[in-house]
């Protein structure tokens, strides 16, 4: 589900994925992981990534309707 919506949020900004680390100072490859859902990253890059996304948390753990 998260990494759905990283994904679909992503291509709504027209961001690519070094874009969304550089904002969230998070590595890229833990950003690529989570989009590919091989692995989710802990709590924290969650919590930055939603930031530099501009969403809640709870939206970006949202399961899409």
Known sequence: VIGDNVSKLLADRQWPLRELARR?????????????????PGIDAISRIAEALGVSLDELLKKPV
């Not at 969230?24 to 989710?40: F, G, Q």
Request: hydrophobic content about 40%.
């Open 24 to 40: 969230s100072e998070t590595d890229a490859m833990v950003v690529s992981r989570l989009i590919r859902k091989s692995r989710l």
